[in-house]
């Protein structure tokens, strides 16, 4: 129950504006390339709509992943409303929870408006919904909810430019991870590939997550590609919270 209040009280500060912002962006963004491609094949414009669509999602979610993960905490911090919670009857734990939370919500609303807006777009070119796009926006939502996670636990205790640096790298090289494997097996022989094995093995393959080439150019893709997505980002997610709640627990607030 004190997780729930939490997380409402979260979703209430979030989803001020910020919601409808994202929605504007991402809304004139496709009116903008509708522009641009409009003298191409009606192919080549709905998979470049569908495909800008895709990224765009997962770069806005990414922004606002670290933008307001964040800074939440920040101002927490901040405006000393966090050191509430040792005078009142709510575990650390259960703050850590609902403030993420209270967060995954928020991203959901912008992950579904923008969905509708890109489902919209497309339908307009070729007259018919692809729903073969939703695998692909479910996980990347699963996506963002991983990058909220490390967000939360990098600002617990690192400052808000730091915070935001490792943020971003980590979605880098989530997204390198495969690359990174691939030159230690080309080139075996190099001092530092250790290293480059000890980052491939403890951070996230966010490629594991990434649909978006399939659903666009509808490609065959494994059976379970999309159970498997769910089940290892959400693992991650576990895992992380924990992590940060442990930190927070250890952190001294007075």
């Given amino acids: 129950m004190r997780v729930c209040a939490v997380a409402l009280n979260t979703f209430k500060e979030t989803v001020r504006n910020r919601v409808l912002l994202n929605i504007l962006f991402f809304a004139v963004g496709l009116i903008l390339l509708s522009l641009v ?29 670290i933008f307001i993960g964040i800074r939440l905490m920040v101002q ?7 050191y509430l919670i040792v005078s009142k009857p709510i575990r650390r734990w259960e703050f850590v929870i609902g403030k993420y939370l209270g967060l995954a919500v928020t991203l959901a609303l912008n992950v579904l408006f923008m969905s509708i807006a890109l489902w919209a777009a497309a339908f307009m070119m070729e007259g018919t919904i692809d729903w073969g796009l939703a695998p692909a926006i479910l996980l990347i939502y699963v996506e963002i909810l991983l990058i909220v996670a490390f ?8 400052t808000p430019t730091l915070s935001a640096l490792a943020t971003l790298i980590v979605f880098v090289i989530g997204h390198l991870s495969e690359f990174l494997l691939d030159f230690v097996k080309l080139y075996p022989d190099k ?16 490629e594991k997550l990434n649909l978006k080439m399939a659903v666009v150019e509808h490609l065959e893709r494994p059976p379970h590609d999309v159970a498997y997505g ?16 442990a930190v927070f627990e250890r952190k001294d607030l007075k």
């Fill in 37 to 65: 491609v409009g003298d191409w094949s009606l192919y080549e414009q709905v998979k470049v709509i569908k495909d800008f669509g895709l990224s765009a999602m997962s770069i806005f979610g990414l922004l606002i992943a």
């Fill in 76 to 82: 927490e911090m901040e405006q000393k409303t966090v």
């Fill in 151 to 158: 967000a939360l636990l990098f600002s617990s205790f690192m």
């Fill in 191 to 206: 001092g530092y590939h250790w290293l480059l094995r000890l980052i491939y093995y403890t951070a996230p393959n966010l």
């Fill in 230 to 245: 769910l089940v290892y980002g959400l693992a991650y997610m576990l895992i992380l919270l924990l992590v940060t709640a």
